[in-house]
């Protein structure tokens, strides 16, 4: 008797448990839109959390149940995560639903972007640029001017990639813009750990770069010709962003020395998993601004190819050929929104230039690459496949996604 009592007296609990249980967990429904005519590949999707009422742990879902991989990200640097960023493909003049729902913890996602910079106390003669000792840092402000071949930075210069190319630039007086190649999918550049311009199961170093802007170096410029970012004050390096969907580096340049112009930079690089670009964001504390970009030449290469879309909202000129040290096949592109007023300058210290204009002293633009030996699932094939994916990234990066709440 006792135990049917007992069991009379649980039966409420085991129906509150199940009633409990088939309330759904808090939920966001969002609507993405592309009201482009074409269908939008991996398109970046950024929401301010402002926007939104999140729950400790959650997940992103579209309609057909598929989770979707997501990142927060702490932009400013203030200790406290101020955006959601993620990735959707969505068709041509169409929506797509997505909601966020309450989870039991928080999800991890495949490393798919990665952005590295190390540093050591004392330089190793005989490994200057990688070795044991390097040590991985998010910050670093100098304490001296380094200069080339110091040897206390790997690879000489913070490294970013994506799963399907990565970049580095060198951070010392010459500030260009490098590629590596990559021939897998999974983060390679923390993880050299030997001689990288000859060709390695991961990939190599594929440009050289020299006194050239390498490929979308920025700079001013100044009597046609142009000036990077060489002469300046201590820098100071932060990675703000690092995957797993995108990585983001910020340099401070203070007293940027340009024919006795001095002025304050800010650069930030940003590159998103699926793509192969970088998107160079560069401002500066002076007035009306003419700036410069461009591609390295080489001699395999007849010219530049320069196209305008339609619709006139953007530029962009690219290369491609037997241009890598070891004349594999390399195409390197530049997308540069007319907002700026683009104007391809012609051949300037080695360099298909172009310039920018600027009244607010800020540009921003795209550049990419696509190598010969990436993995054979994505390899665009040859110069028709890259002049396609450069017109695709363009539109998808001059028109993008648009996120509203679900009423």
């Known amino acids: 008797m006792n135990s049917i009592?007992?069991?009379?007296?649980?039966?409420?609990?085991?129906?509150?448990?199940?009633?409990?249980?088939?309330?759904?967990?808090?939920?966001?429904?969002?609507?993405?839109?592309?009201?482009?005519a074409f269908d939008v590949q991996n398109g970046a999707v950024s929401i301010p959390l402002s926007d939104l009422s999140l729950p400790d742990y959650f997940l992103v879902m579209d309609t057909e149940g598929n989770e979707i991989p997501y990142q927060l990200d702490d932009l400013d640097q203030?200790?406290?995560?101020?955006?959601?960023f993620l990735q959707l493909s969505v068709a041509a003049n169409s929506t797509k639903l997505i909601s966020i729902r309450e989870a039991e913890k928080a999800p991890v996602y495949p490393q798919k972007t990665d952005a590295v910079f190390k540093i050591r106390n004392e330089a190793d003669p005989e490994n200057m640029q990688v070795g044991e000792d390097f040590v991985s840092v998010n910050s670093y402000s100098e304490s001296v001017?380094?200069?080339?071949?110091?040897?206390?930075?790997?690879?000489?210069?913070?490294?970013w990639e994506s799963d399907l190319i990565g970049y580095r630039f060198y951070f010392d007086d010459?500030?260009?813009?490098?590629?590596?190649?990559?021939?897998?999918?999974?983060?390679?550049?923390?993880?050299?750990?030997?001689?990288?311009h000859t060709r390695r199961d991961w990939g190599a170093d594929v440009l050289k770069v020299s006194s050239t802007l390498g490929i979308g170096t920025p700079a001013l410029f100044k009597n046609r010709t142009f000036h990077a970012i060489e002469k300046t004050g201590?820098?100071?390096l932060d990675i703000i962003a690092d995957g797993p969907l995108r990585s983001i580096i910020r340099v401070e340049y203070p007293g940027w020395e340009v024919e006795n112009t001095m002025m304050n930079a800010e650069l930030e690089l940003e590159i998103h998993a699926n793509h192969r670009y970088t998107e160079v964001r560069l401002a500066t504390n002076t007035g009306d601004t003419q700036f410069a970009t461009g591609l390295v030449m080489h001699p395999n290469i007849n010219d530049i190819v320069i196209l305008q879309n339609s619709n006139d909202l953007y530029s962009t000129g690219f290369t491609w050929g037997n241009q890598t040290d070891l004349d594999e096949e390399l195409g390197m592109?530049?997308?540069?929104?007319?907002?700026?007023?683009?104007?391809?300058?012609?051949?300037?210290?080695?360099?298909?230039?172009?310039?920018?204009?600027?009244e607010n002293s800020s540009i921003s633009?795209?550049?990419?690459?696509?190598?010969?030996?990436?993995?054979e699932a994505t390899n665009l094939g040859g110069e028709s496949g890259f002049r396609a994916y450069l017109t695709q990234v363009a539109e998808q990066w001059i028109s993008p996604l648009k996120v509203t709440t679900e009423q």
């Open 5 to 36: 009592h007992s069991f009379i007296n649980y039966l409420p609990l085991v129906f509150g448990a199940l009633i409990l249980g088939c309330i759904p967990r808090s939920e966001t429904s969002l609507i993405v839109e592309n009201s482009n």
């Open 234 to 236: 201590l820098k100071t």
């Open 365 to 375: 633009y795209l550049f990419m690459a696509a190598w010969e030996f990436e993995p």
């Open 145 to 159: 001017d380094l200069q080339q071949d110091n040897g206390l930075i790997f690879l000489e210069g913070p490294g």
């Open 333 to 358: 592109g530049i997308v540069i929104p007319n907002t700026l007023n683009p104007v391809y300058e012609g051949e300037i210290q080695d360099t298909y230039t172009f310039s920018m204009n600027s």
């Open 78 to 84: 203030d200790g406290t995560t101020e955006v959601l």
């Open 174 to 196: 010459r500030n260009r813009f490098d590629i590596f190649g990559k021939s897998t999918y999974d983060p390679a550049l923390a993880s050299i750990t030997e001689e990288y």
